[in-house]
């Protein structure tokens, strides 16, 4: 276990972690925002709900769920570390400086865009999560086969324009934090090369900083409008 000690004492092991679990993290996006499109489909929650329960049904699943909260919890941790580590190696900031003459909005906020992503989610998980396994849900019935009605649970929080307006707040936040993130993960492993380090970068900076926030953001808009009878 010494090597673990190694790890978690040194700023290089702390960035190694926080680069794998978020790009850990990253790819659950891809698969989050894919089953969430159900909510498109127009069948009243039927393909949404199906889908719920095949994530909270299948063994595979809910064994890399726990390795997705546990990736949430120690990216968040190794984040504040670092950061605490920066601000008292440095504590008195210097006299001059033009940090956007080098660097990117998104990478000089990467702390508050992280806390307000990590507030977000405590949300959003006792909103949706917390709800389906602990909650009062209601059930639907497909095909003599009995399913929590999850789409209920999203239309009643979709329904609040506020829910909405925070949801895609947060998205246009976490659009940020990954447009220096993604390509800031695989820099810290080393993986960077002229062949391959421009597609990185523009994976990072259009698929998951602009189309997958816009693709979640979508979802809460066009459930507010649908329950409201606007479309």
């Given amino acids: 276990m010494a090597w673990v000690i190694q790890t978690l004492s040194s ?19 891809i698969v989050h925002m894919a089953g969430n499109l ?11 709900n199906e889908y719920t329960y ?10 890399v769920s726990y390795l997705l909260y546990t990736s949430i919890l120690v990216h968040a941790l190794m984040a504040w570390i670092l950061t605490r580590h920066n601000q008292a190696s440095r504590p008195v900031k210097y006299a001059y400086s033009k940090p956007e003459s080098n660097s990117d909005w998104s990478s000089r906020n990467m702390g508050i865009l992280g806390t307000i992503l990590l507030l977000f989610i405590i949300i959003h998980m006792r909103t949706f999560w917390y709800e389906m396994h602990f909650g009062s849900v209601p059930m639907a019935e497909y095909d003599g086969k009995q399913y929590k009605d999850l789409y209920a649970v999203v239309k009643v929080a979709f329904s609040q324009w506020w829910y909405v307006l925070l949801y895609v707040v ?4 976490i659009g940020y934090h990954l447009a220096h993130g993604f390509q800031s993960g695989f820099q810290t492993l080393g993986l960077r ?21 816009a693709a979640f953001a979508a979802m809460p808009i066009y459930v507010f409008l649908q329950v409201h009878g606007i479309i």
């Fill in 11 to 29: 700023s290089l092991g702390r960035k190694v972690i926080m680069s794998l679990t978020g790009l850990f993290l990253s790819t659950f996006l």
């Fill in 38 to 48: 159900q909510l498109f489909k127009g069948d009243n929650g039927r393909a949404f």
């Fill in 54 to 63: 095949f994530m909270t049904h299948n063994p595979l699943i809910l064994t």
């Fill in 170 to 173: 947060c998205m246009v936040a």
């Fill in 193 to 213: 090369h002229k062949k391959y380090t421009p597609l990185i970068e523009f994976v990072g900076k259009y698929f998951f900083a602009i189309i997958i926030p």
